[in-house]
């Protein structure tokens, strides 16, 4: 592997701002074609290893020490403001930024939650969600569409919504802030639209409460009950 690995930081800062829809920018290319493995500069002015290569990214994903939690020191980020540093330090981590036994404590109690059965069961509802907004795309009468915005966008985001129990009415809302979420928007608006939709959540399982819904949020609320402890914290 050492062959593949440029330990000389390349003349490139990431993230890189994307070109065409249909491919990756350029400099990624640039990029695979030095190393399977770069030492890049981010935004930030710290530096972090770019690994393109197959063997070289499975390598590292199956490699423990390796870790996906933001708030060790080092961690790479686009951005090091005192703001942004002060939310990683003293917010629980997402799944996703968890390591090791903590994800595996988060992950246990939702499982069963992801089961062939209990998904095989939203497929009808899937399905409405998916023939619907195809119905709106034909309804453009030969129009353009993004079909990002237009269907994979959309379509993720209500089947999310399905499966969390949430109301109808509040489809919007979750919908533009996961959104922003995934977008090229900035820190600041990203940030903000995390703020929101946790505060959203932490209100929406208040209400559920009296009425828990067979849901992914309903069935969480009674599981701790059971177990002697609601803890919105956990969510």
Not at 156 to 183: A, K, N
Request: charged share 30%; with cysteine; proline share 7%.
């Amino acid at each position: 592997m050492a062959k593949n690995v440029a330990g000389d930081p390349a003349g490139l800062e990431l993230p890189v701002e994307p070109g065409c829809p249909f491919a990756p920018p350029a400099a990624y290319e640039r990029l695979r074609e030095r190393a399977s493995i770069n030492k890049i500069r981010l935004t930030s002015g710290g530096e972090a290893w770019w690994v393109s290569g197959y063997e070289e990214a499975r390598a590292v994903l199956a490699d423990g020490r390796f870790s996906s939690d933001k708030r060790n020191d080092g961690f790479p980020l686009f951005t090091l403001d005192a703001v942004t540093l002060q939310q990683l330090r003293s917010q629980p981590p997402l799944m996703l930024g968890m390591d090791g036994t903590e994800h595996a404590a988060a992950r246990r109690p939702v499982i069963g939650e992801f089961t062939v059965k209990r998904l095989a069961g939203l497929r009808p509802r899937i399905q409405d969600i998916v023939d619907r907004f195809i119905d709106d795309m034909l309804a453009a009468d030969r129009r353009p569409v993004d079909l990002v915005r237009a269907l994979s966008l959309p379509v993720p985001s209500l089947v999310i919504c399905e499966l969390l129990g949430v109301p109808y009415g509040d489809h919007d809302f979750f919908q533009s802030r996961t959104g922003m979420l995934v977008r090229w928007t900035s820190v600041e608006d990203r940030q903000r639209a995390f703020a929101e939709l946790r505060a959203y959540i932490d209100d929406l399982i208040t209400r559920k409460e009296s009425e828990p819904g067979d849901d992914l949020f309903g069935r969480q609320i009674v599981r701790q009950r059971q177990e002697g402890a609601l803890d919105h914290g956990a969510w």
